[in-house]
């Protein structure tokens, strides 16, 4: 199957930093990319839609200014997430959807982030 | 709204058979995915169906009922490996994903 890599996969940051979130899809053109946290033991929950050179749809109750998004190019989105606070410490997930798919989609490796 | 339905967790021993069951109420459908989530990682795809019956695939077999809104996840052969938690998303109208809150599977020996 496709291939999606995310970087980084550990991130530990001091509280108030700014943290990026890459995701690459390395052997197919992404037309759109899912970014999705999730809390231990819940499921996924989606954060924002993005499709490549435009701007992303986030998810009601997603802040939009904390989490930057940008899908650049149909193989890299990435996650920004500002002014990082402990209560954002997640695994961070992105998924990425090609051409004529039949909706199956690639998942990254997963970020988790601790914010001290 | 939309919503979607799986227990919480199951147990079943090494060998045996177990099966997953996801009810859902989505605006629209366009495919119900089966995703398999260990423990800090992300999900890997199991299964896609789009019409009603089963799909079989090595261990794992997937079924659809699109009339009962149901779908279930068949494990075969258990081992211990399969000790994850199993994720049932349904695609609506819009293509968005709907997605369960999982069903953590415990395997005993």
């Known amino acids: 199957g496709a291939v999606v890599s995310q970087h980084p996969s550990w991130v530990i940051c001091k509280s108030g930093t700014s943290v990026k979130i890459e995701c690459r899809s390395l052997d197919f053109q992404a037309t759109t990319m899912f970014w999705y946290r999730q809390f231990p033991k819940q499921s996924l929950m989606l954060m924002a839609t993005?499709?490549?050179?435009?701007?992303?749809?986030?998810e009601q109750g997603v802040e939009k200014d904390k989490f930057l998004i940008n899908h650049a190019s149909l193989t890299l989105s990435t996650l920004t997430v500002t002014s990082a606070h402990p209560e954002d410490s997640s695994f961070y997930i992105c998924?990425?959807?090609?051409?004529?798919?039949?909706?199956?989609?690639?998942f990254g490796e997963g970020s988790r982030l601790t914010v001290l | 709204g939309q919503n979607i339905d799986q227990p919480t967790e199951m147990t079943a021993t090494e060998g045996a058979i177990v099966q997953i069951n996801c009810t859902y109420q989505?605006?629209?459908?366009?495919?119900l995915f089966w995703y398999q989530q260990h423990a800090g990682e992300a999900p890997t795809f199991l299964s896609y169906?789009?019409l009603d019956g089963l799909e079989e695939k090595g261990r794992f077999s997937s079924f659809l009922s699109r009339s009962k809104g149901y779908s279930y996840l068949l494990l075969k052969e258990l081992q211990m490996k399969d000790s994850a938690s199993y994720l049932c998303a349904v695609m609506d109208s819009n293509y968005q994903l709907i997605w369960g809150a999982g069903t953590k599977l415990i395997i005993k020996p």
């Open positions: 989505t605006s629209g459908f366009n495919g």
């Open positions: 998924s990425a959807r090609g051409y004529g798919d039949t909706g199956e989609l690639f």
């Open positions: 993005s499709n490549e050179g435009s701007k992303a749809t986030y």
């Open positions: 169906n789009v």
